[in-house]
């Protein structure tokens, strides 16, 4: 992935550390989920326009979780694993 969306030759390799591909690699996703964002309202518009559905953007083209875009179902689970995680997890 390195080379190819990020645009990195192999001599940039040398130069770059694991933690600055991550960062960009982050990077290269979170505009990657605005582009998508700005499809989906689009096609929402042109979905309500023809046939009268509605979707909301997040069922369109995902949620950003922090590091990567993700469908609702596997947000939803990250999230409720988080919850779990916390303080309660012991009482379960």
Known sequence: MALGPLALSHEDLWHITRG?????????????????????????????????????IDELCGIWNGVRIVDEEEYKKQQ????RGGTHAKLE
């Open 20 to 56: 600055q591909i991550i960062d960009k690699v982050i990077a290269y996703n979170y505009g990657t989920y605005l582009q998508r964002r700005e499809a989906a309202i689009t096609s929402a518009y042109a979905a309500i326009c023809q046939d009268g559905e509605s979707h909301t």
């Open 80 to 83: 409720l694993k988080k919850i």
